[in-house]
């Protein structure tokens, strides 16, 4: 914490419905009365390129990486440039990806309660993308055991904090022997030196047994790809992407965004979700250690899901604006 006590918050709105959800996520914060923020904002995204030249400017990089925490919301197409060295600006190795269903929403699966630890930096995301002719494309997908370990020590330190009895680990290393056998190895290795309990699935058995029974799962260890896409899918389970909020962990700095991206079906009309984004900035609040404020926040959120006012894609009419004045009330009457 600095300048004057409060936490330096750094704001990028990005594109689309990123413009909607996060102005509603930092209205709740500044309803936080018990906490203090100053809040600086920051630009990226497919706009910011048009105007600028550059999806990410070195001055919103540095800001983030200087923050004590950045909310960001989501980037258009060129979200790859953007969010990918954001959440190494912050020095992310785990990327947590809460997937619940809440009462009051309709949901697939009513008893999902998951969280997925995506691994953050590696994977098919090292940017490793050759053209070697007309016919063909490569792709080096790297997994080292140091980002495995490291994930692994979070994953242990996460449930054993928590008191929950271990977790799986997701891998397809029946088919990628090299790699997915190093990420599972290295994963089993830390756990079984934690005393921590894991179990193994394979990836696509993954994707039917989660659709299937959620509740035979909860802490869920994957590599980077796999998070990003039974994320997803878990959303799916659970009523929609505008519910499930992330958290990029690094060492000594985070980053908090909602899973989902700029919408550009719904961008402009004022009805886009906002409890990702809020969830989002509940998770920063715990972070932060705020935890009074961050279990209030994720009350507040909780409540509006269960009464209303509810956005569209939650099968109700409301606007974001309302939902979010909704869940500042529900805040204020604590
Ligand atoms: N982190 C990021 O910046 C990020 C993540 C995913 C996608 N993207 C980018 O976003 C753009 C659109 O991608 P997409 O359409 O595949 O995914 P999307 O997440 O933007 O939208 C998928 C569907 O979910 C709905 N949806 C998503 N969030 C919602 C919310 N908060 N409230 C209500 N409905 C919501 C959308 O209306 C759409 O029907 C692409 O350019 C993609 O690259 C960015
Ligand atoms: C846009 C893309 C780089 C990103 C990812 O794959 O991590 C997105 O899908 C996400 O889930 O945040």
Do not use: W
């Not at 594109?15 to 500044?30: F, K, N, R, Y």
């Not at 016919?135 to 080096?140: G, H, I, P, R």
């Amino acid at each position: 914490m600095s300048r004057g006590g409060e936490h330096e918050i750094v704001v990028i709105e990005g594109d689309g419905i990123g413009q909607e959800v996060i102005p509603a996520a930092v209205a709740v914060l500044q309803a936080v009365d018990e906490v203090g923020f100053s809040f600086t904002e920051k630009q990226a995204g497919d706009d910011t390129r048009d105007q600028t030249g550059a999806a990410l400017p070195e001055t919103t990089y540095e800001a983030a990486a200087d923050a004590d925490a950045t909310l960001f919301g989501a980037a258009g197409e060129t979200a790859a440039d953007v969010i990918l060295p954001l959440r190494e600006a912050v020095g992310s190795f785990v990327n947590i990806r809460p997937a619940r269903a809440y009462p009051g929403v309709d949901a697939l699966q009513p008893e999902t309660d998951l969280v997925f630890l995506r691994e953050n930096t590696e994977g098919v995301y090292s940017g490793h993308e050759d053209r070697l002719s007309e016919d063909l494309s490569t792709l080096t997908r790297v997994i080292t055991t140091s980002a495995s370990e490291q994930l692994a020590e979070y994953a242990c330190s996460y449930v054993t904090e928590r008191s929950i009895d271990g977790f799986h680990t997701v891998h397809k290393a029946n088919v990628m022997q090299e790699t997915d056998g190093r990420f599972r190895d290295a994963v089993s290795r830390v756990a079984a030196s934690n005393d921590v309990a894991t179990n193994e699935v394979l990836m696509d058995a993954f994707a039917t047994r989660v659709c299937l029974n959620p509740t035979q799962f909860d802490v869920v260890v994957c590599p980077n790809l796999a998070g990003d896409v039974l994320s997803d899918l878990a959303a799916g389970l659970v009523g929609g992407l505008g519910l499930l909020p992330s958290a990029n962990i690094g060492q000594t700095n985070a980053l908090f965004e909602p899973v989902h991206g700029t919408a550009p079906d719904i961008a402009g009309d004022g009805i886009a979700n906002p409890s990702a984004s809020i969830l989002s900035a509940g998770m920063l609040l715990e972070y932060l250690g705020e935890t009074d404020a961050a279990t209030n926040v994720q009350m507040a959120v909780e409540s509006v899901l269960n009464s209303g006012p509810r956005t569209p894609d939650l099968g109700g009419n409301a606007s974001t604006e309302a939902v979010v004045n909704a869940v500042i009330e529900q805040l204020s009457s604590h």
